[in-house]
């Protein structure tokens, strides 16, 4: 199977601590996107690169999140000094230009 | 805020065909009407995709009517493995930021039940 893959899929870490994941997208989409998804609710934007460049950031996306995507393939969301608040389910998705989103099986974040 | 408008929940039984209307009263000229299923502590997966008309492909049915102002994702003889969250979005295909297909409303929570 060559879709979206992330990893971890669980992270469990105490408040204060960062923490990183990583997105491999499907091979040649030159799109990938970060969404954030708590219990009841939707997906929600966070970033969006189109190969190496972060083209653009949620509001959702504060000063402790950052993300890359060096050489236009994988990608990292690293999240410092983590809260309770950022307890959620980390979605990554990648597509071709003009072409439909396909996500990964996400990672889901407890922060204790 | 989301783009679309869905029920918040239905109910079936295994067997019934499902229909799930979404209504985007907004939608652009260049946005395409996506669904996805997502199951618990999974990822979203694609169903289906079209601009009018209808499209059908081995799991789904989508029907645009012609102003295009709501769509109807159509589930024949559903199975209890059906029971997932269903989300219907709109967007521009050709971009790829917060102008295309990215807003996730709360979506339908689909029950099959026996």
């Known amino acids: 199977d060559t879709g979206v893959s992330q990893n971890p899929r669980h992270k469990i870490t105490k408040r204060g601590q960062n923490v990183t994941f990583r997105c491999d997208p499907i091979?040649?989409?030159?799109?990938l996107y970060w969404y954030r998804q708590t219990l009841g609710q939707g997906p929600e934007f966070l970033t969006y690169?189109?190969?190496?460049?972060?083209?653009?950031k949620s509001r959702l996306l504060s000063d402790r999140f950052s993300a890359e995507r060096p050489k236009g393939s994988f990608s990292t969301l690293e999240i410092q000094r983590t809260e309770q608040g950022d307890s959620a389910m980390y979605l990554c998705?990648?597509?071709?230009?003009?072409?439909?989103?396909?996500f990964g099986p996400g990672t889901r974040l407890l922060v204790l | 805020l989301a783009k679309t408008t869905q029920p918040i929940s239905m109910d079936s039984y295994e067997g019934q065909e499902v229909n799930i209307t979404c209504s985007h009263n907004?939608?652009?000229?260049?946005?395409?009407i996506t669904w996805y299923q997502q199951f618990p502590s999974q990822g979203p997966r694609f169903i289906i995709q079209?601009?009018?008309t209808k499209v059908t492909n081995e799991v789904a049915s989508l029907f645009i009517p012609a102003d295009r102002k709501s769509s109807t994702l159509s589930l024949p003889r559903v199975s209890l493995s059906d029971t997932a969250v269903y989300y219907c979005?709109?967007?521009?295909?050709?971009?790829?930021?917060?102008?295309?297909?990215?807003?996730f409303g709360k979506g339908t929570k689909l029950s099959v039940k026996p």
């Open positions: 998705a990648s597509s071709s230009s003009q072409e439909t989103q396909y």
């Open positions: 091979s040649e989409h030159n799109r």
């Open positions: 690169f189109q190969n190496e460049a972060q083209l653009e």
């Open positions: 907004n939608i652009a000229t260049n946005d395409y």
């Open positions: 079209g601009y009018k």
């Open positions: 979005l709109v967007g521009d295909m050709n971009y790829g930021g917060s102008q295309g297909n990215l807003i």
